[in-house]
């Protein structure tokens, strides 16, 4: 497999360049009036082939300058987007297949994260390297062609968010333009459009990808967008939360939704019974063990939680006995936290007693218990085995992409910068069919409303076994709460992998994503 730069070939949104061009011109200005200086965008050509596909594309970075309605600023959205100009072999069947090639567009969550992870880390034509659930470690990096990128079925555009990569306010327009749940999906939404129209893209068929708390926002935007009058193809749901109400406190739907994930943790690190589902490390969890997880959480489980103090006594031993074999830790702890056991207790308890603590984004991974100390403080994305293991390749990776393609700019790139953003984050939200904005967002009621107004809109659930920050169970029953017909709940498709919250990042679990992804733009379901 190969990925070669070619000969410079005009970029959809940028002229022909060559690196030595390019970083001459991104010296420059090129910042519409009213909007914070910027280079200008650059284009360059590559090839990528896996041996039955051949992709000529055309890499472009640069900002995309959106304003309000009345024609004023808002903010300038870093983009990096890769739009196939010849495809060949595998890729161009299942690109025949729908007509006019794609367009995905692609975003991480936090709030307050750039979208690295998704380009270098999983779907763009280069990646970077992993051994999750061990850590790639520090540089160099063999940085790799990406045999399963998404750019096979489709073209890709990649959008940082607001005050994220190298995403700016315009001057003078305030972070609360764009901070919020409304706000964010509505400056999103403006870029997609934005995009389509200065890449005469319209009759493309169209697809929205978001990660994380990206969820939350693609779902937000797919009924914004096509109440503007601009239908989309297909949404990809990578680690939902859409239903915000089990992350508040004393929440009782938050335990029930993590109790499938506990015990996935639980029998990768062989803390069940011995004989009881155990597994080897690396190998994978049981279905049957899951099963059996989420039987019990949303049965004896949710209802001894819904009684609170009212469970008699001799129940509730029973409950605890019950969840200590699921899940790994002692009944004693779980009764002493009325069997509510938040995700940070578990994650030091399953091998506390070895000094250790496992990852929250990935239950696989494990640093010595005092990594807490020094690695972030209360910074959740990077006080975590798991995206310490992996963040800085994914960087590394991403600005060798910007370099290949010519982009040069002399600023700090903020990867992440959600120890900003999330605390000003405005969480009102003003959902379909609901009397006055909602204090707590459940956006899976825009998600219903999007599928209700587009029939044909495609859905793809998909998340990781081991992923503690977004359990898959929450994903599930959040779908199960959109009430929709049988003939709509058809367009919804499913896929759990043995993998975390950022899935891609392990190689065996991307494989099978890939033929799901796959089978989803080819077929509309997997």
């Known amino acids: 497999m190969v990925l070669m730069m070619t000969e410079d070939i005009a970029g959809v949104t940028g002229s022909a360049t060559g690196i030595g061009a390019a970083a001459a011109a991104a010296a420059a200005n090129a910042a519409p009036e009213g909007f914070a200086a910027h280079p200008a965008a650059v284009s360059r050509g590559f090839t990528w082939t896996d041996g039955s596909s051949t992709i000529d594309y055309t890499a472009t970075a640069g900002h995309l300058d959106i304003r309000e309605n009345d024609g004023s600023p808002i903010a300038s959205l870093f983009t990096v987007s890769y739009v196939a100009q010849k ?18 567009f ?126 989309l193809n297909g949404v990809v749901m990578l680690s939902n939360l859409l239903d915000w109400a089990g992350e508040q406190a004393g929440s009782d739907a938050g335990y029930i939704n993590l109790i499938p994930s506990y015990a996935a943790a639980a029998a990768y690190h062989k803390a069940l019974a011995a004989g009881k589902d155990a597994v080897e490390a690396n190998a994978t969890v049981t279905d049957d063990l899951l ?41 004693g702890l779980l009764l002493r936290r009325h069997l509510r056991l938040d995700m940070e207790d578990f994650r030091a308890a399953l091998r506390g007693s070895e000094g250790k603590m496992i990852g929250r984004f990935d239950a696989r991974f494990v640093a010595d218990n005092d990594y807490v100390v020094g690695s972030g403080g209360a910074d959740p994305a990077t006080n975590d085995a798991a995206t310490a293991g992996v963040n800085s390749a994914e960087t590394c990776a991403f600005r060798a992409a910007l370099h290949d393609i010519g982009y040069v700019w002399n600023r700090p790139y903020l990867v992440l910068n959600n120890m900003q953003v999330e605390p000003n984050w405005n969480w009102m939200h003003q959902a379909p069919a609901v009397d006055g904005p909602m204090m707590c967002p459940n956006t899976a009621l825009d998600l219903s409303a999007a599928m209700r107004r587009n ?33 709509l709940r058809a367009n919804i498709s499913y896929g759990l992998y043995a993998t975390g919250h950022m899935a891609y990042v392990d190689a065996a679990a991307l494989k099978v994503m890939d033929a799901d992804l796959r089978a989803f733009y080819r077929d509309g379901q997997f």
């Open 455 to 487: 029939p044909l809109l495609k859905v793809a659930v998909m998340g990781g076994k081991y992923d503690l920050a977004c359990p898959y169970l929450s994903a599930r029953n959040d779908i199960a709460h959109l009430f929709l017909a049988p003939r």
């Open 87 to 104: 495809v060949s072999g595998d890729a161009a069947a299942v690109a025949a297949a729908g007509g006019e090639r794609p367009v995905t």
């Open 106 to 231: 692609l975003f991480n969550g936090g709030p307050g994260s750039s979208s690295v992870w998704l380009n270098t880390g999983g779907f763009g034509p280069k990646k970077a390297p992993s051994m999750a659930p061990q850590p790639s470690g520090a540089a160099p990096y063999p940085i790799e062609d990406n045999p399963y990128t998404l750019l096979r079925w489709s073209d890709l555009v990649f959008i940082d968010a607001p005050e994220t990569g190298w995403s700016t306010m315009a001057p003078g327009v305030p972070t609360s333009r764009a901070w919020g749940v409304d706000q964010d999906a509505d400056v999103f939404s403006r870029a997609v459009i934005d995009w389509l129209g200065a890449n005469n893209r319209w009759n493309a068929p169209k697809y929205l990808f978001g990660e994380s708390y990206a969820t939350t926002r693609v779902a937000v935007m797919a009924n914004m967008i096509q109440n503007r009058c601009i239908d």
């Open 291 to 331: 099963r059996e997880a989420e039987t019990f959480a949303l049965g004896d489980y949710a209802a001894a939680l819904i009684q609170g103090d009212r469970l008699p006594v001799e129940r509730e031993r029973e409950v605890a006995r019950r969840l200590a074999e699921l899940i790994g830790v002692d009944k």
